[in-house]
């Protein structure tokens, strides 16, 4: 009788083991794919990241080292969310130290890393600047550290950025740098002022 009890539960074990399987096979299945939903549907942050769509004229200065005179320069900007709302990419353009300058920057919000990101190109390089950063409401600001390559180094450089957001119509960014003292300094500034 034990046997046939055993043998019973054996049968009915491998019996509806395939279904218990196939149910957990599906819990976990929708788990991931909300995981993704919640990875790739665009956020509020980036709804807030959408209110700087539009045309700014740019005005900037820029140290070539600590303590030196900036150069000074004007441009346009004009950024537009794309991929859905899920990035925000802007196109530069003006002069910098009389010539020509063009330049992509793409914004976005990683709903799982909880951070900023912010790729930089332009036509006086041909790396990938790349920073992630965290924002704070109080001074509406957005901090980013990343790094560049210096081809006068040879070598990856660290640097710290910041946008802070003024009001609806006015932006400032500004970039530091690492002088060969290790010491931080300020190296870039740019003033949007919405068209």
């Known amino acids: 009788m034990k046997q046939l009890f055993y043998f019973c539960f054996l049968a009915l074990f491998f019996r509806l083991s395939p279904l218990v399987f196939a149910q957990e096979n599906k819990e976990e299945q929708a788990a991931a794919q909300q995981k993704w939903m919640d990875y790739m549907t665009p956020s509020n942050t980036h709804k807030m990241m959408a209110k700087n769509v539009g045309e700014w ?3 900037m200065e820029m140290w070539q080292a600590p303590n030196s005179v900036p150069t000074k320069s004007v441009g346009t ?3 537009e969310m794309i991929l859905g709302g899920r990035y925000m990419q802007s196109k530069y353009s003006g002069n ?3 010539m020509p300058f063009e330049g992509i920057s793409t914004d976005g919000y990683d709903n799982a890393k909880n951070v900023y990101i912010n790729t930089w190109i332009d036509n006086m390089g041909t790396g990938i600047m790349h920073a992630e950063g965290k924002y704070d409401n109080g001074t509406k600001t ?3 550290v990343g790094t560049m390559f210096d081809p006068m180094q040879n070598t990856d450089v660290p640097y710290r950025q ?3 957001m003024v009001d609806d119509n006015h932006m ?3 970039m530091f740098n690492i002088d ?3 010491k931080e300094y300020k190296s870039l500034h740019v003033d949007y002022v919405r068209k």
């Open 142 to 144: 957005i901090t980013y």
């Open 172 to 174: 400032i960014m500004e």
């Open 77 to 79: 900007c004009k950024s």
């Open 180 to 182: 060969k003292n290790s």
């Open 96 to 98: 910098v130290m009389g």
């Open 57 to 59: 004229t740019t005005t």
């Open 162 to 164: 910041t946008m802070q």
